[in-house]
C-alpha cells in the first residue's frame, strides 16, 4: 500500500519520499490525470502505479505516462 493514507497532505508525502532510501511508488494517490500532476509537480513519488479503470480508461493512463 501505499505509505501515507490519500486523506495526507503532498507535503507530507513529499517529506517521506526526500528522507527514504527507497524508491517510492504510490497507487491509491494517482486517481486521476488531475491527481498525477500534482504527485509529479511536487516529485512526491519515483513511481505512478497507472491503473487504467481507475484513472478513467486507457486514454487517460497513457495520457499521465507521457507526462510523467
Keep these: 500500500g501505499d505509505p501515507l493514507?490519500?486523506?495526507?497532505?503532498?507535503?507530507?508525502?513529499?517529506?517521506?519520499?526526500?528522507?527514504?532510501?527507497?524508491?517510492?511508488?504510490?497507487?491509491?494517490w494517482c486517481a486521476d490525470l488531475a491527481s498525477a500532476r500534482q504527485l509529479i509537480e511536487v516529485r512526491a513519488a519515483d513511481v505512478l502505479i497507472i491503473k487504467p479503470q481507475r484513472v478513467g480508461g486507457p486514454d487517460a493512463a497513457l495520457q499521465i505516462a507521457r507526462e510523467a
Design 5 to 28: 493514507p490519500v486523506q495526507s497532505s503532498l507535503e507530507d508525502l513529499r517529506a517521506v519520499h526526500d528522507s527514504s532510501a527507497i524508491p517510492l511508488a504510490l497507487d491509491e
